[in-house]
């Protein structure tokens, strides 16, 4: 079994991934401590982008969360002082204050997403928090305007919430919020209730087949999912996406495995899928 390590050497050859200052500053996190690498794809119909990665850290995570602050620091630096890292450090003064538990974070990543155009480009930081605060929209800013991720927020079993935030390269940042479901609570009478109405049966069908699904929303409030699927190659197959299944056969045949499907809403309901994400 190939390491980790050798699997991501194996990748940037096969995907012809140069070198660049803020991949090296990844790696430099990357060789010195991680627990889990997942490699990711965007894929249209005219392009692919392969140079995102994460790093996911389970344990110790307070100490993990120094060294990430130290390497978003000096990415800031090397990219002209850009990135605007005002959500991240409100988030850990609200760590830090107790307005969020520290035992509360399950899981924190750190990843980067480097494209051809620089405007496109970003570092991110997620934690997976659990058992979240009473008032999301004040502690997470979640807009009065997005009722339909309130409503799914409020009856969510697990009361758990992914938290992303990007740092684009040019300065702009975005906070995105994930709510996660496993399929036995995809099953619950008052799970089907809430999302009656609010998603297409096609995207529905789907969940069906998976062991794990997210959503979040975008500037628009359009939503997007992230399926865990039970069968990779049947979910590729249903969705039959350009370019996909190739990519999905040359990232499994240097030893990666999928674990996660991105699509968006109003692409399945159209049954229009132009955008895909797969993260192994």
């Known amino acids: 079994m190939l390491s980790p390590i050798e699997k991501y050497r194996r990748y940037k050859k096969l995907f012809k991934i140069q ?3 803020t991949l090296e500053l990844f790696e430099s996190l ?5 627990q889990h690498l997942e490699v990711s794809q965007k894929i249209t119909t005219s392009s692919i982008c392969p ?3 994460n790093l996911w850290y389970h344990t110790d995570i307070f100490q993990h969360l120094h060294r990430i602050l130290a390497v978003l620091k000096k ?3 090397i990219s002209g002082n850009q990135i605007n890292d005002e959500p ?3 988030l850990f003064q609200k760590l830090s204050l107790g307005s969020i538990e520290p035992s509360r974070i399950k899981e924190v990543l750190y990843g980067v997403d480097l494209r051809e155009n620089i405007e496109d480009s970003r570092v991110k930081i997620w934690l997976n928090i659990s058992d979240h605060v009473e008032d999301p929209r004040e502690t997470f800013g979640l807009s009065d305007s997005d009722q339909d991720m309130i409503r799914l927020l409020n009856g969510n079993l697990r009361n758990n ?3 992303g935030m990007d740092f684009r390269l040019n300065g702009k940042t975005k906070l995105k919020r994930y709510l996660w479901y496993p399929a036995e609570d995809l099953k619950e009478t008052s799970v089907q209730e809430q999302m009656d109405g609010l998603f297409s049966k096609n995207a529905m069908s789907l969940a069906e087949r998976s062991s794990r699904i997210h ?3 975008q500037d628009d409030l359009s939503k997007v999912f992230h399926f865990q699927p039970y069968n990779s190659e049947d979910f590729i197959s249903h969705i039959a996406h350009e370019k996909t299944y190739e990519t999905y056969q040359r990232c499994t045949d240097i030893g990666f495995r999928l674990n996660v499907i991105s699509l968006s809403e109003n692409e399945i309901k159209s049954n229009n ?6 993260y192994f």
């Open 51 to 53: 140079c995102r990665f």
């Open 161 to 163: 919430l992914l938290i």
């Open 75 to 77: 990415t800031a630096q």
């Open 88 to 90: 991240f450090y409100d």
């Open 273 to 278: 899928i132009s955008t895909i994400n797969l």
């Open 19 to 21: 070198n660049s200052p």
């Open 215 to 217: 959503i979040t929303s």
């Open 30 to 34: 990357f060789n010195s401590s991680f």
